[in-house]
Nanobody, 126 residues
Framework: QVQLVESGGGLVQAGGSLRLSCAAS?????SGWFRQGPGKEREFVAS????????SYSNSVKGRFTISRDNAKNTVYLQMNSLKPEDTAVYYC??????????????????????WGQGTQVTVSS
């Protein structure tokens, strides 16, 4: 089983930026970020294909967040700009670890991922 470890969360003022990192203990394929705000269900944020050639975003973060990856480092990133108080949540990294994905597969459902990190807290103050 591949282990995922998130880092980079913290407290930031509205309008600020944070960069989350997700380091994997082994090779991963399509990867993504989800978040769960206070009293809310876990929701999709962004995903990236295993070759980095395709990305997908939720409407709420499109244009503000950017997902990227460095396969040489087994790391996926989430650059978050123009943060809003409603972005406050625990952010989770997720990855597919089984061979066979299409090069440009960008899953959006939590059920499509095989491995999850423990989460990192992001708090945006107004």
């Amino acid at each position: 089983q591949v282990q995922l470890v998130e880092s980079g969360g913290g407290l930031v003022q509205a309008g600020g930026s944070l960069r989350l990192s997700c380091a994997a203990s082994g090779r991963t394929f399509s990867s993504g970020w989800f978040r769960q705000g206070p009293g809310k269900e876990r929701e999709f944020v962004a995903s990236i294909s295993w070759n980095g050639g395709a990305t997908s975003y939720s409407n709420s973060v499109k244009g503000r967040f950017t997902i990227s990856r460095d396969n040489a480092k087994n790391t996926v990133y989430l650059q978050m700009n123009s943060l809003k108080p409603e972005d406050t949540a625990v952010y989770y990294c997720a990855a597919r670890i089984r061979v066979g994905d299409n090069l440009f597969y960008t899953p959006r459902s939590a059920a499509d991922f095989h491995s999850w990190g423990q989460g990192t807290q992001v708090t945006v103050s107004s």
